[in-house]
């Protein structure tokens, strides 16, 4: 059974920083990419960062670059999202999902091709404000 579970959510102020992580079961990590995704009230989701799990290769949308961090625990089935310098504009729910494309696609595709990814989390809340 595939369980894609993410944690680390919650309320932060502007310049602040959170670390959302997202445990992983029944699935054969080195086949797969993970990555972050991002969906606000009223909006369509969007593509944050990927990490390709087997040679650790990542993918970041322009709006984060130099803000967040994507990275990998082997041991855990873990994969993280570092978030720093917190911006009100990224209040959103982000989702964890896996997919078996490289660490680019997965930022490249249109959010029609979201519902190939192999699994979705369920979502933790992050909110940005002071």
């Known amino acids: 059974q595939v369980q894609v579970v993410e944690s680390g959510g919650g309320l932060v102020q502007p310049g602040g920083s959170l670390r959302l992580s997202c445990a992983v079961s029944?699935?054969?990590?080195?086949?797969?990419?993970m990555g972050w995704f991002r969906q606000a009230p009223g909006k369509e989701r969007s593509f944050v960062a990927s990490?390709?799990?087997?040679?650790?290769?990542?993918w970041y949308t322009n709006s984060v670059k130099g803000r967040f961090t994507i990275s990998r625990d082997n041991a855990k089935n873990t994969v993280y999202l570092q978030m720093d310098n917190l911006k009100p504009e990224d209040t959103s729910v982000y989702y964890c999902a896996a997919g078996r494309l490289t660490a680019q696609a997965m930022g490249t595709i249109t959010p029609f091709a979201y519902r190939a990814m192999d699994a979705w989390g369920r979502g933790a809340q992050v909110i940005v404000s002071s």
């Open positions: 029944g699935l054969t990590l080195n086949l797969y990419t």
């Open positions: 990490i390709a799990w087997s040679d650790q290769k990542t």
